[in-house]
């Protein structure tokens, strides 16, 4: 087994960062699309740096590189690409800063226990946009190239996040499949029984038992409706389950502030309910920040003392 499965072998919870995107635009980065995140890359990293800092400060045990936008075909959108290198090879230069960026943290905050760098996979296009999701010749030869930049800059593990759909779950799964390293599968549905492209959840299930992720995690919806979903992932899996939500307003528009409709306390709370359903693997997703994830060390084992 591999250093996450190891870990959620021992029956450890395991704490999980919180948003970057987001917390990027609280704290007055630029964040407009197609760049999103990747933008502080090239302007602010040290605030990116700063995050990481944050979530290692408050005894997160797996820290996010800031690459959920840093593929090939982002910087092609934004017709963006260092002087002297190609769209592709600036995608590699920014992976790679975002996984040492994440590596300095750990360096710089974390002391006697061991924090965890994953290199984060996303959809190719819009999250919330499932019909955008390009053919599978483009999925596999995309994600295979983001994820070979990942596993090259040194991420400890992986975690593709926010997949609405069964195609490009399926592309993912056959790319992270190739490299040694354990990955989280992370979904986001639009209720207990369905993707967010409004596929069965058990069919995309039925295809994700087949491969080895060390976990199936669920991300990006309302802390309000993780607790249904994580019921029904219990039911059709024995893998290991978590859950990081996403606390904005539904509808808020695009280029607004996010507005948080859940406190830290609120979100501690709901988090004890997915522990109580078994998760082992708990963050924040959009919306929260370092703060949330203070509250959420609460639900760490406690080292019992002799």
């Known amino acids: 087994m591999g250093i996450l499965k190891d870990l959620l072998a021992s ?19 630029d964040v407009s699309l197609p760049l999103w ?73 974390a002391e006697e226990n061991e924090v965890l760098v994953a290199g984060c996979i996303a959809p190719l296009e819009d999250s919330y946009r499932p019909d955008l999701t390009p053919d599978t010749d483009a999925l596999c030869t995309e994600h295979y190239e983001h ?8 991420s400890d593990i992986l975690i593709a996040e926010t997949l609405t759909n069964i195609r490009e779950i399926s592309a993912v799964l056959n790319q992270c499949h190739k490299f040694e390293l354990d990955y989280i599968i ?8 369905e993707l967010f492209s409004g596929e069965p959840i058990s ?70 309910k997915w522990k109580s359903h078994g998760a082992q693997i708990i963050g924040g997703c959009c919306g929260t920040s370092p703060l949330y994830i203070r509250k959420l060390i609460a639900l760490k084992d406690k080292t019992k003392k002799n």
Do not use: W
């Open 37 to 109: 995140s990747a933008n502080a890359l090239i302007e602010r990293p040290d605030l990116v740096r700063h995050i990481h800092i944050d979530n290692v400060d408050t005894g997160a045990d797996i820290i996010t590189a800031n690459t959920f936008r840093t593929q090939t075909r982002t910087f092609e959108k934004a017709d963006y690409h260092y002087k002297e290198l190609g769209f592709a090879e600036t995608a590699n230069q920014l992976t790679t800063d975002a996984v040492d960026l994440a590596r300095d943290a750990v360096i710089i905050a």
């Open 203 to 272: 069919e995309a299930m039925s295809i994700i038992d087949k491969y080895s992720p060390a976990a199936v995690t669920v991300n990006c919806i309302h802390p309000s409706l993780v607790e249904p979903v994580l019921i029904h992932l219990r039911q059709l899996t024995d893998k290991p389950i978590g859950a990081y939500a996403n606390i904005g307003d539904p509808n808020y528009k695009e280029g607004e502030p996010l507005r948080k409709t859940v406190s830290p306390d609120e979100y501690l709370s709901y988090a004890k």
């Open 186 to 193: 992370s979904i986001t549905p639009r209720n207990e029984k």
């Open 11 to 29: 029956g450890k919870t395991l704490i999980l960062d919180s948003a970057m995107g987001t917390e990027l635009q609280a704290r007055g980065c």
């Open 147 to 154: 994820i070979n930049n990942l596993v090259n800059a040194g």
